[in-house]
Structures are given as C-alpha cells and as structure tokens.
C-alpha cells in the first residue's frame, strides 16, 4: 500500500493550493479517505473525510466553507482544494486510509495506512 501527497508549497494569506493523494496497492474505493495536519510537537489533526463513493464528506469546523475534498476513484486519487488559505493552515498535511468505507470521524486508530505527507505554509 502507497499513498503519496502532493501540491502543498508556501502561499500567501489568502490564496489557494490543491493537494493530491495517489494512492496504489489496493482497492482503493472500499475505504472512505481522510487528510489530516500536524503541526511540529503536536498531534495530527483530522481536516476532512470523505467516503469511499465521494458520496458524503466531513470537514472540521476551522476549514467549512473553505476546503473542498474529492476524489477520483478511476485514477485512484483523493484531492483537497484549499482556498482562502491562513496562517493557521500551516501544517504537514497526510493523507490516510480509514479502515471503513464511511467517514467516523478522526481518531487516528481508524486510519490504518498514512502518506509521507506535504508542507503547506501560508505567509501572513
């Protein structure tokens, strides 16, 4: 199992950015997809979910309205997009495979697989 993010960089307040998530070694739509963030010393944070059809998702309440998550399942690849980005966006963000087809949440127990992840830095 392989999961590799990319699209993160540094961006000023404001802007946008578009993570990907590739992912490969298994069958990818039978488990809904998680991003999360870690900042230096702290845990990661859950960001969004969506699950395994795209039919449903899951933001945490700092990013409603302002990240949009998707996914392509015919090219095995989770997308989120990120506008009008903080300060307190920057973060390493992962993306993860939960051991369910339907988003339950963010406890990392329930992510079974991680990426290697993407910095993303916004400037104030």
């Known amino acids: 199992v392989q999961l590799v993010e990319s699209g993160g960089g540094l961006v000023q307040a404001g802007g946008s950015l578009r993570l990907s998530c590739a992912a490969s070694g298994f069958t990818w739509d039978n488990y809904a997809i998680g991003w999360f963030r870690q900042v230096p010393g702290k845990e990661p944070k859950g960001v969004s979910c969506i699950s395994s059809t795209g039919g449903r998702s899951d933001y945490t309440d700092s990013v409603k309205g302002r990240f949009t998550i998707s996914r392509d399942n015919a090219k095995n690849t989770i997308y989120l997009q990120m506008n009008n980005l903080k300060p307190e966006d920057t973060a390493t963000y992962y993306c993860?495979?939960?051991?369910?087809?339907?988003?339950?949440?963010?406890?990392?127990?329930?992510?079974?697989?991680w990426g290697l992840g993407t910095q993303v830095t916004v400037s104030s």
């Open positions: 993860a495979i939960h051991t369910r087809d339907y988003c339950s949440g963010y406890d990392l127990k329930s992510y079974h697989y």
